[in-house]
């Protein structure tokens, strides 16, 4: 059997001990010369019970005054415990120990009331965007239970936060948005609506446990506008090369059908029937080269990736070119996943547009270079860049703006078709007027 647990002495008790022992040798020495000296029985008596109930009256002072202000500090620290920040002691006075301790336990106080104050305020805010924002905000703990919930999630379950708090995911048809890739596109019927949503999946904890917060837009209303403005650019470009080409089509069809209709005719009305044809021939034509570059741009396929280096790549695209007028920087060695037949088309396409911007010569004794590129290794991804000593971008605003063009035979989709591949592979394309001197710069980024 093991030994019984002493019982520990409670602090109060301890302080009264000592208090007691304190005194002790002064009690007894009091009560020894009483003793020793010629003094009556009643007086001894009186005298010794007078200082014996003085050591314990002031051995219980000296308890009172160490465990009364222990207490109310205690008391003070479970109202603040209990969330009661209102409770202040009295008697802090800051030039004695035990005052500092009481104005220190004050001013504890106000600090958590005012920070209990700012946290009820933005528990407050918080809660209002969540019920105004259009989103429908779901959040899970680890057993997949739903524990907070918006007004747009109650809209979206067709029912009411009180009915569903509580409940599975699996129960509520959100099982699926716990798994699988934590961003994507849902294309699915809820009980407050059906169409295309936007899903996107976080992970938060919360009195150290793991939780999900499920946040759930619908796409359909700004898929419409989107899909309604582009289909207005699409209807206002077609329109405006139509009227270009069906314009002197007209005109020009007017006018021969007048020449035949007129008696007697003019005596080079066949010259004049010639040119005309010719000229709706040429017009015709340039609609239907019009009409094959928007069917091109519209089938672009995907891009078939595979392992490629970019140095090889590079090299065998600038020797395509002839002239010396192009140089190529080396860059570090490095492997990308890319559609080489694709990218071929757009570094062409830089190149070829680069040189045509580049001065037609240099002068005698100048260098003749005046296209340079290259490639660089930025932090996960790789930079392909084409640099020209050409006049700059005029209108950068239009660069990528379909059938756009300055160029007298231009197609206006070269640099749409780029940036598409360039985006199809995960990266950008972007066109700059350098700044350390004239020309351009067209940045070509692919994730590594």
């Given at each position: ?30 009560l020894w010369l009483l003793g020793v000296h010629t003094y009556e029985p009643k007086e001894q008596w009186t005298l010794g019970l007078v200082v014996v109930l003085c050591w314990l009256g002031f051995a219980f002072a000296v308890r009172e005054h160490v465990v009364r ?19 202040r002691a009295r008697g802090a006075n800051r030039d004695e120990p035990l005052g500092d301790v009481l104005a220190e336990i004050n001013l504890l106080g106000g600090v958590l009331q005012e920070q209990r104050l700012g946290a009820l305020e933005a528990t407050a805010l ?26 747009a999630g109650q809209e979206l379950i067709a029912q009411p936060a009180e009915r569903i708090l509580g409940r599975q995911a699996a129960d509520l048809g959100l099982a699926d948005c716990l798994a699988g890739e934590g961003t994507r596109v849902l294309s699915r019927t ?259």
């Amino acid at each position: 059997m093991p030994p019984p647990k002493q019982r520990r002495t409670a602090h109060e008790q301890r302080v009264f001990y000592y208090a007691l022992l304190g005194g002790l040798p002064a009690v007894v020495s009091t009560l020894w010369l009483l003793g020793v000296h010629t003094y009556e029985p009643k007086e001894q008596w009186t005298l010794g019970l007078v200082v014996v109930l003085c050591w314990l009256g002031f051995a219980f002072a000296v308890r009172e005054h160490v465990v009364r202000p222990l207490q109310t500090m205690a008391n003070l620290l479970t109202a603040l415990r209990e969330g009661d920040f209102s409770t202040r002691a009295r008697g802090a006075n800051r030039d004695e120990p035990l005052g500092d301790v009481l104005a220190e336990i004050n001013l504890l106080g106000g600090v958590l009331q005012e920070q209990r104050l700012g946290a009820l305020e933005a528990t407050a805010l918080l809660r209002t965007v969540m019920e105004e924002i259009d989103v429908a905000i779901f959040a899970f703990d680890a057993d997949a239970t739903l524990r907070l919930v918006n007004r747009a999630g109650q809209e979206l379950i067709a029912q009411p936060a009180e009915r569903i708090l509580g409940r599975q995911a699996a129960d509520l048809g959100l099982a699926d948005c716990l798994a699988g890739e934590g961003t994507r596109v849902l294309s699915r019927t809820f009980a407050g609506g059906a169409g295309r949503w936007g899903m996107r999946r976080t992970s938060f904890r919360e009195g150290g446990l793991p939780h999900s917060l499920v946040v759930i837009a619908d796409l359909s209303q700004p898929l419409r506008e989107e899909e309604l403005r582009a289909w207005q650019r699409l209807v206002r470009v077609i329109g405006h090369e139509l009227n270009n080409s069906l314009a002197p089509i007209k005109s020009i069809a007017g006018s021969l059908t007048t020449m035949l209709r007129r008696t007697p005719r003019a005596a080079d009305w066949e010259q004049d029937m010639l040119g005309g044809l010719e000229i709706i021939e040429s017009r015709s034509e340039g609609l239907n080269k019009f009409m094959q570059s928007y069917a091109r741009l519209a089938k672009l396929p995907a891009p078939h990736k595979q392992p490629c280096e970019l140095g090889p790549l590079l090299r065998r695209i600038v020797n395509l070119e002839n002239r010396e007028s192009v140089q190529l920087t080396e860059g570090p060695a490095v492997t990308v996943a890319l559609d080489a037949a694709q990218v071929e088309q757009v570094l062409i396409n830089l190149i070829k547009n680069a040189i045509e911007a580049a001065p037609d010569s240099a002068q005698p004794g100048e260098p003749t270079c005046c296209v340079r590129v290259g490639w660089r290794h930025l932090p996960g991804q790789v930079e392909i860049y084409v640099e020209d000593d050409g006049p700059g971008i005029a209108n950068p605003q239009n660069l990528f703006v379909p059938f756009f063009t300055t160029k007298p035979s231009g197609s206006g989709i070269g640099l749409v078709l780029c940036r598409q591949i360039a985006e199809n592979h995960g990266g950008t394309l972007t066109l700059e007027n350098r700044g350390d001197a004239t020309g351009c710069m067209a940045r070509l980024r692919l994730p590594t």
